[in-house]
Nanobody, 130 residues
Framework: QLQLVESGGGLVQPGGSLRLSCAAS????????IGWFRQAPGKEREGVSCVRSSDGSTYYADSVKGRFTISRDNAKNTVYLQMNSLKPEDTAVYYC???????????????????????WGQGTQVTISS
């Protein structure tokens, strides 16, 4: 069974940190462009960060640059999103997605909200509140 599973969400205070994980089963993440997306209630899906192993490229939305870092552990077939200096506006459900690497990181992260990628996880809730 091919699937992505996110974990690591939770409730943290502003200024805190979280590390999200996106683990794949049934396929190898290293062979895909991987993206982290988020969706807050009443808002469109937003591309947060994307990575492509074939050329080492990464992409970050302006809203998270300098605060979030995407990385991967090929041995664990997992992609991470380290989130620091969290703000209330980071509150959302975070999803990871995988798409064949023909897609660039910019194209994936800037894809319209209705675009359906090949694989999606079920999401993990991130809440930033004091």
């Amino acid at each position: 069974q091919l699937q992505l599973v996110e974990s690591g969400g939770g409730l943290v205070q502003p200024g805190g940190s979280l590390r999200l994980s996106c683990a794949a089963s049934g396929f190898t993440l290293d062979e895909y462009t991987i993206g982290w997306f988020r969706q807050a209630p009443g808002k469109e899906r937003e591309g947060v960060s994307c990575v492509r192993s074939s050329d080492g490229s990464t992409y970050y939305a302006d809203s998270v640059k300098g605060r979030f870092t995407i990385s991967r552990d090929n041995a664990k077939n997992t992609v991470y999103l380290q989130m620091n200096s969290l703000k209330p506006e980071d509150t959302a459900v975070y999803y990871c997605a995988a798409e064949p690497p023909i897609i660039t990181v910019r194209a994936m992260c800037e894809a319209p909200g209705r675009y359906e990628f090949d694989y999606w996880g079920q999401g993990t809730q991130v809440t930033i509140s004091s």
